[in-house]
């Protein structure tokens, strides 16, 4: 399989795997989107503006849904998240063979440019703002993550070691993971207060982020995508002080069908659908 292929397959395993999970609310307002008309509308909107994107044969147009209305915002939109408050959405276009980050207001309708996020990268993953600071993934799936300073433009990779294929903030907190459809190397946390990264599960299997904390299932043995499954346990990670609480046994499970922060859906050893609640 040639190299182009095998980034085209393991995008479109990641994006199976991404189906598995919602994106959670940002910071001061803003929040991370989706605009593929695939996801449900409530995975789209933000303060009332429902987003949506199509793709136009050289690009993906993108259209801001609010007051019974739409608005097409650029013909020239990478086709990915957005970060809007419901009246200002920051998005990522191809220029001049550059990946630009742009501001939109849509009360004004204008739109322009507020940074450049890579001249090189194959794609971008807007993932979060704090402060003066848009975070980003550069080269999604398996990416860098990075954030560009809105004030002076300046552009920073943030190095830890590891690479990234998803980010999903609450508040100063980044929750980040790497993974492409083999399962999730790592669960991480980046302050971005601090400026530090700290892992929290080595073989995370699924995991759902609130303002306080997040809670995950992981594997303590095997793997859940073999025959025999895994040995699975759901723990709590309170982001302010970084303690964990382990909330269940160990159980077996074969596949994890639905996770919230009360309880967890899986398959056990026999093929039978199973709740575990804490």
């Known amino acids: 399989m040639g ?50 994107s199509s793709y136009q044969g050289s690009g993906h147009a993108l259209f801001a849904n609010r007051n019974n209305g739409s608005t097409l915002i650029t013909n020239n939109f990478n086709g990915g998240t957005v970060i809007s408050n419901g009246k200002t959405v920051y998005y990522c276009a191809k220029t001049s063979g550059k990946w630009c980050l742009y501001k939109a207001d849509l009360n004004t309708g204008t739109s322009k440019k507020a940074g450049t996020l890579s001249k090189s990268a194959y794609n971008i993953d807007l993932a979060g703002i ?24 300046a552009v920073k990779k943030i190095s830890f070691g590891r690479t990234v294929s ?19 190397s790592y669960l991480g946390i980046w302050n971005a207060g601090a400026g530090k990264f700290k ?12 303002s306080k904390y997040v809670y995950y ?22 982001l302010s002080n970084g303690k964990k609480k382990t909330l ?26 199973r709740t575990i609640r804490w």
Do not use: C, H
């Open 130 to 153: 704090y402060k003066n600071q848009i975070y980003f993934i550069i080269d999604v799936p398996e990416g860098t993550f990075a954030r560009i300073n809105l004030k002076n433009k």
């Open 217 to 238: 299932a992981e594997q303590r043995s095997g793997n859940i995508l073999a025959q025999n499954g895994a040995k699975v346990r759901v723990r709590r990670y309170k």
């Open 166 to 184: 998803r980010a999903e903030q609450a508040g100063k907190y980044f929750v980040l993971a790497d993974g492409t459809g083999a399962g999730y």
């Open 3 to 52: 190299k182009r292929n095998r980034r085209w397959l393991m995008i479109g395993v990641f994006a199976v795997w991404m189906l598995l999970t919602a994106l959670p609310v940002s910071a001061a307002g803003f929040k991370s989107v989706y605009t593929n008309t695939g996801w449900s509308a409530d995975k789209r909107t933000s303060g009332g503006t429902v987003f949506s």
């Open 248 to 273: 269940t046994k160990t159980f077996r499970a074969t596949g994890i069908s639905d996770m919230t922060r009360k309880y967890l859906k899986y398959t056990n050893a026999k093929g039978k659908q």
């Open 199 to 210: 892992v929290i599960s080595k073989n995370p299997i699924r995991w759902v982020t609130t």
